[in-house]
């Protein structure tokens, strides 16, 4: 049943008032969820205050909490840390200075609070929250406030964002800056891959995550490092063995470096600190290597944050202030977080409790316990990591005689190497032949195949592009040769990776089955395409490192207008004739309008974004972004538009255009697609050893699919990685302009209006109920997640 859209409207804050403060270690993506609370905090007309040096500044009030203005947070999006700062604070553990906050609050009328922060703080934040009433009470007692503002302010209402670069709170996928950390260790062993490799080096990295080993197990993943430490899941006991073995056979295999990545916690099943200096001395000691530590430090907190972060701060932030709007006295204080591409509510002190219970499990040396209770995420990483670091000596393989073919179509994504890499290593580790197809279905069709070793893709992982080559050339028109080759080589199952052209590819197979019997085998699509366009997924392999490169390109240009002044700027994004790229960019880099396909406009909308600007430019940021999907309007083009306002805006503002062009393909992968390509591809060669099994015909001793789910796409579904027959997805698909017909990221296309101080309603029906957490029992985990 589909349920009625509830919008936002009736919910108004006025009367009511916002605290907001960061609290705890800095986060990149702090400010924008701070821009996200006071705007929209502003937007449904309550008043909103800064408290600054988190929960310091509340026990000593004055200047440190005050009234803000819409302008107030313009300008911080991009910006790193916190800007309304952030400090350690022992007065609040005390109840004498949780009193004083109380008097500071009640004496503006602030009784709800918006806590950006580690458990600590949302712990503390909990606290005060049960003391509110105790502490105004005691405050009447003492003639500081008056039985009215008892009674006025009774509740104090708290919600949380989880502001940590470690991602060790349970019950959400990502905090707030974790992303970002990511970005930053990645650039950084990107670096020093070159100088290994120039001097056959071994590099020991530590990175942070003091209890917990997210970063060190994600990064570890994302560039194939020989081995990693983390607390969670400590090495088996003689582990200097078997790791100077595989370092040493890694050496013999002619790999020039080897990759050692350390979380600063990492422990062994002892209980007892593996150091980076330890690691390091061991493989000077056994294997003579030559050898260097980099200890990456505060470069981790640092820096600009990146695309993920700061839609995801922007969403958590309006969330909370809609939380918050929600509240009674009965909801208990919740934190807002992101489950998969959804964002949930969940009862913060149960979050906290779990959390508590992971370190509680690692002390008591529940290794496998703790892993379980970290999440479906982390535990993905994991076994993840796990299935493609080690290759089992040949002996122990499996042979299944199967045959498989990977092969890439479409425009060249970041981060298809890296699911090329992961299917290869997987499908040789479940016994299977695995071979490639150079240069898509044109280079099927001339026979370029050749089978592929588990060291031909070391490496892999971090290089952009595609190594074996991309064409947007369709089978159909080479269906008999691509049949000819398929038997020649007897390949029993493909994996096709690309964007629309893969999954048109893959509907082209499916329907040939009836007149080419070849074609009768698993097929497996995985999305890879910048413009996120295929049907059947939320996200696609390389839009994450394209959204990135327009962020960073629309921070540059923001920076030179914030020079000039009254300058607006029109940027044209790729895409083809999906909007997501422009929307989310523009939601990223905090632009003022953004012109998309999927929402038709017309001349009467330009004028008022035209007149939206002129207004603008008379307070203190003069200066406006307009992002414009390429494909967004035929008449309405890049230059129409430019032309448009450069008249309209004369005497007032001046104009320039920019169009960014296939930057947006280029670049190493961002942290988030080498992750999401190797996962999914991972589980995709899973599935295909599973249909194998399912479809092999011993009598006649070949494979034999003929149904419809042996043709799947593999996409990420709000919550869920799930599997679908690509014939089912035809109905979702509008083949003319290469989109899916429903798209998610429309629904956050009213909140990059309201951030920019547009009017508009925004759907509310996915958010506003309070669920719990659950920890799944060992069947479930192998279910779905990401």
Not at 514 to 534: D, K, Q, W, Y
Request: charged share 25%; glycine share 10%.
């Amino acid at each position: 049943m589909d349920h009625q859209p509830k919008f936002f409207e009736n919910l108004s804050g006025t009367g009511k008032a916002i605290g907001v403060l960061t609290s705890g270690g800095d986060a990149q993506g702090m400010n924008a969820a701070v821009r996200a609370v006071v705007r929209m905090g502003i937007y449904v007309k309550a008043k909103v205050y800064f408290v600054y040096e988190g929960y310091q500044g509340m026990v000593d009030g004055g200047d440190n909490i005050v009234e803000v203005s819409w302008e107030s947070v313009s300008s911080i999006l991009q910006v790193g840390g916190t800007v309304i700062g952030s400090a350690r604070c022992k007065s609040f553990r005390t109840r004498e200075g949780r009193l004083q906050a109380a008097y500071n609050l009640v004496q503006r009328g602030i009784t709800n609070l918006c806590v950006i922060g580690g458990d600590g703080s949302l712990t503390g934040a909990n606290l005060f929250r049960e003391e509110w009433s105790g502490l105004l009470e005691e405050l009447a007692q003492k003639g500081k406030i008056d039985e009215e503002a008892v009674k006025k302010y009774a509740y104090l209402n708290i919600v949380g964002m989880v502001g940590s670069i470690d991602n060790d709170f349970c019950g959400t996928d990502m905090t707030i800056g974790t992303d970002s950390a990511l970005h930053r260790i990645i650039e950084v062993v990107d670096a020093i891959m070159t100088t290994a490799q120039s001097h056959q080096r071994t590099f020991v990295l530590e990175v942070m995550g003091r209890h917990c080993g997210y970063l060190a197990l994600v990064s570890a993943l994302a560039c194939g490092a020989d081995w990693v430490f983390i607390p969670e899941y400590p090495p088996e006991e003689g582990w200097e063995d078997s790791m100077c073995v595989k370092l040493s056979e890694n050496r013999a295999r002619k790999k020039r470096l080897n990759i050692i990545i350390v979380a600063e916690g990492a422990i062994d099943c002892h209980n007892k600190p593996i150091t980076s200096e330890k690691v390091k001395d061991l493989v000077v000691q056994r294997l003579g290597f030559d050898t260097r530590v980099t200890i990456l430090g505060h470069v981790q907190r640092g820096g600009t944050p990146s695309a993920f972060d700061r839609i995801l701060a922007s969403r958590m932030g309006v969330e909370a202030v809609l939380a918050l709007l929600e509240a009674t006295p009965a909801t208990p204080a919740c934190v807002v977080s992101l489950s998969g591409n959804q964002a949930v509510r969940l009862p913060l002190m149960e979050c906290v409790q779990m959390t508590q219970e992971v370190q509680k499990a690692m002390d008591e040396g529940r290794f496998v316990e703790a892993v379980r209770l970290r999440g479906r995420s982390f535990e993905n990483n994991l076994n993840t990591y796990k299935l493609l670091s080690h290759k089992k000596p040949d002996a122990e393989l499996p042979k299944t005689n199967f045959n498989v073919a990977v092969l890439n179509v479409g425009a060249p994504a970041a981060g298809m190497n890296a699911a090329v890499r992961a299917a290869v290593r997987v499908g040789i580790t479940e016994g299977h032949k695995m071979f490639a197809v150079i240069d898509g279905f044109e280079g099927f069709a001339r026979g370029k195949i050749k089978e592929i070793s588990w060291g031909d893709v070391g490496g892999w992982t971090g290089q952009g592009g595609s190594i074996l080559g991309t064409k947007r050339t369709l089978p159909a028109k080479y269906l008999e040769k691509i049949a000819d080759q398929m038997r020649t080589n007897n390949i029993n199952a493909l994996m096709v990776i690309g964007g629309f052209e893969a999954y048109e590819s893959c509907l082209q197979l499916h329907e040939a089955r009836s007149r080419f019997e070849e074609f009768c085998v698993p097929i497996c699509v995985l999305p890879a395409t910048i413009s996120n366009n295929v049907p059947g997924t939320d996200f696609s392999i390389g839009a994450d490192t394209a959204l990135n490169a327009i962020v960073e390109t629309c921070d540059r240009i923001k920076q030179s207008a914030s020079g000039t002044k009254r300058r607006v700027f029109i940027i044209e994004t790729m895409g083809g004739y999906c909007g997501y790229l422009a929307n989310m960019g523009a939601l990223a880099a905090g632009a003022d309008a953004a012109y998309i396909f999927e929402e038709q406009f017309d001349i009467r909308e330009l004028q008022a974004n035209v007149e939206h600007l002129t207004e603008k430019m008379k307070t203190s940021i003069q200066r406006g972004l307009v992002l414009r999907n390429e494909n967004c309007n035929e008449n309405y083009t890049t230059d129409f538009i430019y032309q448009l306002y450069s008249e309209e805006g004369k005497g007032v503002f001046d104009c320039r255009k920019n169009v960014l062009g296939h930057m947006q393909q280029g670049g190493a992968p961002s942290p988030f697609d080498r992750n999401f390509g190797t996962k999914i591809a991972a589980k995709a060669m899973q599935w295909i050893s599973k249909k194998l099994k399912e479809t092999y015909r011993k009598e006649e001793g070949k494979v034999f699919a003929n149904t419809d789910d042996s043709v799947c796409l593999l996409g990420m579904r709000r919550r869920n990685l799930v599997f679908q027959p690509v014939a089912e997805l035809k109905n979702e698909t509008d083949f003319v302009h290469r989109i899916p017909k429903e798209q998610w990221w429309l629904k956050l296309r009213p909140l990059m209006k309201i951030l920019a101080k547009y009017k508009t309603s925004y759907d509310v029906s996915d958010s506003g109920q309070l669920e719990h957490v659950a920890v799944r029992s060992p069947k479930e985990a192998e279910t779905g997640a990401i």
